[in-house]
């Protein structure tokens, strides 16, 4: 039969959290990768990117406020993180081909998610962003530029809130799937895409927003129009828990998507945390016949893949 075509998508664990953990988190990832693609399947990597675009925001704002220099868009920054990952995770796949005598090539695409800009979540943005603000601050920021909004968070201080539209399209899906036709391992939709939406009063082109797209979700869709046939979500544990961390917790194994989503509706998984891999998930395996979404530890990915680890969700 044909190669299993399989959605990667890396948790934060598998990049460290600056650039030289990155390089060491980046190696260990790659090794498990290539354990995919000796098994014979197609790879398609996206990744997080929470701290990398976190840090290269931080770090705009500071030297905006010493020095001046221009303030940088969410756009932008979300850009900025796609490409020193995608060149992490390229150089890392490249020295690990290099032990084992491989010849694949991967590319990574800077890729754009078109939203609808009607989505409810512009109404109600909830995702924090950037560095942390006095009230004065925050006030004077949104007096300034009333399109940005700000809220007080846990005691901590003022950070500006976007919104996390759903994703709707890949714009460059064309071109991924190019690049798998061709055999390359291709690294796209980091961090979730980067946001846009069609800009009719210039034809209808896209155009950036401030905003940022669920990287689960982000993952399930490109899983969806790439033509995959497994998403495979790699996290920091092997399976999806119930009663997690309770002296009654159950790892699962083998679920339906009913069954996912009667204990998602439950509330038994973190909010921040699996939830948002859960239902990706049952998502995915609703989408088409035959469609499996697997959520498994990112040092055990070769034997998950196996049916050896992991929690399996299908229809």
């Known amino acids: 039969g044909k190669p299993d075509r399989i959605v990667v998508a890396l948790g934060g664990n598998a990049l460290g959290n600056n650039p030289v953990e990155q390089i060491e988190a980046v190696s260990n990832t790659a090794h498990a990768l290539l354990g995919l693609i000796e ?14 675009v976190g840090m290269i925001q931080n770090a705009f704002a500071a030297a905006h406020d010493a020095i001046g220099t221009p303030e940088m868009p969410l756009p932008e920054c979300g850009a900025m993180s796609q490409g020193y990952i995608g060149y992490h995770l390229q150089q890392g796949i490249g020295r690990e ?36 603000y006095t009230e004065e601050q925050a006030k004077e920021f949104m007096a300034e530029d009333p399109s940005k909004v700000f809220v007080e968070d846990s005691g901590r201080g003022w950070r500006r809130v976007v ?3 759903d994703p709707k399209k890949i714009v460059e899906a ?16 980091g961090g979730g895409g980067i946001p846009v939406v069609r800009d009719y ?14 990287k689960d979700l982000g993952g399930e869709l490109l899983a969806e129009d790439c033509d995959a046939d497994v998403l495979f979500l790699l996290t920091a544990v092997e399976h999806v828990a119930i009663n997690f961390g309770k002296p009654n917790q159950e790892e699962l194994e ?14 038994q998984f973190g909010k921040g945390s699996m939830e948002p891999k859960v239902r990706a998930a049952i998502k995915f395996a609703r989408s088409r016949k035959g469609r ?6 990112l040092d055990k990915a070769a034997e998950t893949m196996a049916g050896l680890s992991g929690t399996r969700i299908h229809e």
């Open 254 to 267: 083998d679920l339906t998507a009913d069954e996912a989503e009667r204990l998602a509706d439950e509330g």
């Open 292 to 297: 499996t979404c697997i959520i498994g530890a």
């Open 201 to 214: 009063e210039n034809k209808g082109c896209y155009k950036g927003i401030p905003a940022v797209i669920d």
């Open 174 to 189: 064309d071109s991924i799937l190019n690049l798998l036709d061709n055999e390359f391992i291709v690294i796209a939709c």
């Open 97 to 132: 081909m290099h032990k084992r005598y491989k010849r694949w090539h991967a590319a990574t695409v800077v890729t754009q998610i078109e939203c609808d800009p009607d989505d409810p979540a512009f109404k109600n943005p909830t995702k924090p962003i950037g560095p942390f």
């Open 163 to 165: 919104a996390s539209p």
């Open 39 to 52: 098994q014979g399947n197609e790879i398609i990597i996206t990744h997080g990117n929470g701290p990398q």
